[in-house]
């Protein structure tokens, strides 16, 4: 059974810092992108960030381009994404996915975590 699980979200003010983890457990990712993920309150979830399986590949939705890193640990089974210069319109719920797809340009998850908050007060 696969089982994804984040942490490191929480409540930080705009321009500060935070860095998500995401555990996967249940079989091996090591061959497939991994990726991130958000949902704020009333909107579709979106596409944030993904990273091949060798890490040498990534992709980033423009809204947080410059801002956040993708990084990922195969020995660990681990994705991170670190966010710096945080903005209020960053506040969302954030899910980790395995394996992430590309089709047509539009991002898609197969196993999703529970998803971690967070808040970014102005």
């Known amino acids: 059974q696969v089982q994804l699980v984040e942490s490191g979200g929480g409540l930080v003010q705009a321009g500060g810092s935070l860095r998500l983890s995401c555990a996967a457990s249940g079989r091996t990712f090591s061959s497939y992108a991994m990726g991130w993920f958000r949902q704020a309150p009333g909107k579709e979830r979106e596409f944030v960030a993904t990273?091949?399986?060798?890490?040498?590949?990534?992709s980033y939705a423009d809204s947080v381009k410059g801002r956040f890193t993708i990084s990922r640990d195969n020995a660990k089974n681990t994705v991170y994404l670190q966010m710096n210069s945080l903005k209020p319109e960053d506040t969302a719920v954030y899910y980790c996915a395995v394996p992430v797809k590309e089709y047509s340009g539009k991002y898609y998850g197969d196993y999703w975590g529970q998803g971690t908050q967070v808040t970014v007060s102005s």
């Open positions: 990273i091949t399986w060798s890490g040498g590949s990534t």
